[in-house]
């Protein structure tokens, strides 16, 4: 579930746009000052965002690669189980045709 958009960040595209206005006109227009001072703060507010994705995405990188090293370890017990049961199963089966043949090629008594 992604985090609710910090109204402030929202904002950010729309003062963008109007710093790039201002920054391209003659005269710096009304509230210079303000204008200023809420682009700092989404700066500041964008840095913050930023900085908290960078923390997430870490988290995760590190999750990830610990699913990677358990399905890795699962995989290689998973090999090594499939070996000893197909190994067994080959034992049981080798001492079955074995007692067959021995049964088959033993000598009867006559009673």
Same mark, same amino acid.
């Not at 006109?25 to 001072?37: D, I, M, S, V």
């Not at 682009?39 to 990830?64: F, K």
């Not at 197909?86 to 009867?108: F, I, L, N, Q």
């Given at each position: /579930?992604? %985090?609710?958009?910090?109204? +402030? @960040?929202?904002?950010?595209?729309? @003062? #963008?746009?109007? @710093?790039?206005?201002?920054?391209? =006109? =003659?005269?710096?227009?009304? *509230?210079?000052?303000?204008?200023? +001072?809420?682009?700092? %703060?989404? $700066?500041?507010?964008?840095?913050? =965002?930023?900085?908290?994705?960078?923390?997430?995405? @870490?988290?995760? !990188?590190?999750?990830? #690669?610990? #699913? $990677? $090293?358990?399905?890795?370890?699962?995989?290689?017990?998973?090999? %090594? *189980?499939? &070996?000893?049961? %197909? !190994?067994?199963?080959? /034992?049981?089966?080798?001492?079955?045709?074995? $007692?067959? &043949?021995?049964?088959?090629? !033993?000598?009867?008594?006559?009673?």
């Amino acid at each position: /579930m992604p %985090a609710p958009v910090d109204p +402030l @960040l929202a904002q950010v595209p729309a @003062l #963008l746009d109007e @710093l790039r206005a201002r920054c391209e =006109a =003659a005269e710096p227009g009304e *509230w210079p000052e303000e204008l200023l +001072l809420d682009g700092y %703060a989404a $700066a500041l507010q964008l840095e913050g =965002a930023r900085r908290r994705l960078r923390t997430e995405a @870490l988290e995760l !990188s590190q999750q990830e #690669l610990e #699913l $990677a $090293a358990q399905e890795q370890q699962l995989r290689t017990l998973l090999a %090594a *189980w499939r &070996s000893r049961v %197909a !190994s067994v199963a080959r /034992m049981t089966t080798d001492a079955a045709e074995t $007692a067959a &043949s021995a049964h088959v090629t !033993s000598p009867r008594r006559n009673a």
